[in-house]
């Protein structure tokens, strides 16, 4: 997930195990803090842990709390971490950084049928926020809708009222190459340096293959059904790069008829038209039309395949951040 790794999961699998857990997270960072807004920390009752808050210089009092808080009245805790800059260096919290962490025991702070909604909407890839009152009980999830500009820029954080703690869990980024292309060979590892769970999509063994993409997803099926079988969502950006309508088109199809954030197709000016063309006499609409970026990537003249690869992955990028 969007970098709140299997916490969620974790403190529930731990808590029906009876292990008696609490959730640490960020909630607030001034200055050079060591982990951003949203990381988290699940501990049991015994000082068993998974993931993290702070790199490790104040995991020992967070432990120490959220026990205190599973062993005792279960109520949450909200702890502040400062460090002057003479003591910055050595504790990892550069020059006067400060974190804020919440500490919720599960099952009375962090009730359990809230917990265990947020892991099975996480478990269907659905964007979903843990929105949390930092001075009252109330913990509710909200949807995307409720927060649109926190979902798409991945930012967990408190709102202007100072007491609304909101939780981004955005499923893990995809990107479907359709393609085994030259370029694909440089797109596919940018995709993933930039947090994408890339899937290459082509049904012609040559270009398909291990040897010429070692360690990568690569399907063989046609388009439009591998695509069925990966599933397409917000979360998710398409490309395709075959220059044949026979493979690109069905899944250009597939793509418009689904939700993902970003559809991009290699081609020339006139091999767009052609494509439109053929879009438009299969019933797409022109707001369909329009969701294509077409020629695919920014253009900022690039003439080689990884220059290509750069300029996808930066619209791409825009596309994400920007809307």
């Known amino acids: ?34 982990r951003p807004v949203g990381s988290q920390l699940v501990v049991d009752r015994d000082g068993a842990m998974e993931g993290s808050v702070s790199g490790g210089c104040v995991e020992g009092a967070v432990i120490t709390e959220a026990i205190e808080a599973v062993e005792g009245d279960g109520k949450p805790r909200l702890m502040e971490f400062g460090v002057s800059d003479d003591q910055a260096f050595a504790v990892g919290l550069a ?24 892991v099975a909407e996480r478990a269907v890839r659905r964007q979903v926020a843990y929105v949390a009152d930092l001075e009252g009980p109330a913990r509710r999830l909200a949807g995307a809708g409720d927060f649109p500009d926190r979902f798409r820029m991945d930012r967990s954080g408190v709102e202007e009222d100072n007491r609304t703690f909101v939780a981004i869990h955005n499923p893990p980024l995809r990107m479907i190459i359709v393609g085994a ?68 088109d069905p899944a250009i199809r597939a793509a418009l008829g689904s939700d993902v954030f970003y559809l991009g197709c290699l081609g020339s000016t006139r091999t767009h038209a052609k494509r439109v063309d053929r879009l438009t006499e299969a019933g797409f609409g022109p707001d369909d039309i329009a969701r294509i970026h077409a020629p695919v990537g920014l253009n900022i003249g690039a003439r080689s395949p990884a220059e290509i690869a750069v300029s996808v992955m930066a619209q791409i990028t825009e596309r994400l951040r920007k809307g």
Not at 7 to 31: C, N, Y
Not at 99 to 105: C, F, N, Q, S, W
Not at 218 to 244: C, F, K, S, Y
Request: net charge negative; with cysteine; charged share 25%.
């Open 1 to 34: 997930m969007t970098r709140l790794e299997q916490i969620p999961e974790t403190a529930l699998d731990w808590h029906r195990a009876g292990r008696g857990v609490a959730v640490a997270t960020v909630v607030e960072t001034w200055g050079s803090a060591p």
């Open 95 to 118: 020059c006067g950084g400060r974190i804020k962490v919440l500490v919720e025991p599960v099952g009375t702070a962090l009730p359990l049928p809230v917990l265990e909604d947020l």
């Open 181 to 248: 292309v030259h370029i694909a060979q440089h797109l596919a590892p940018m995709a993933r340096a930039c947090g994408y769970d890339p899937v290459l999509i082509d049904p012609r063994p040559v270009f398909g293959s291990e040897d010429r993409f070692p360690g990568e997803v690569i399907l063989d099926g046609w388009p439009d059904e591998a695509m069925a079988e990966v599933g397409l969502d917000p979360r998710t950006a398409v490309v395709t790069l075959t220059h044949d309508p026979k493979l690109d």
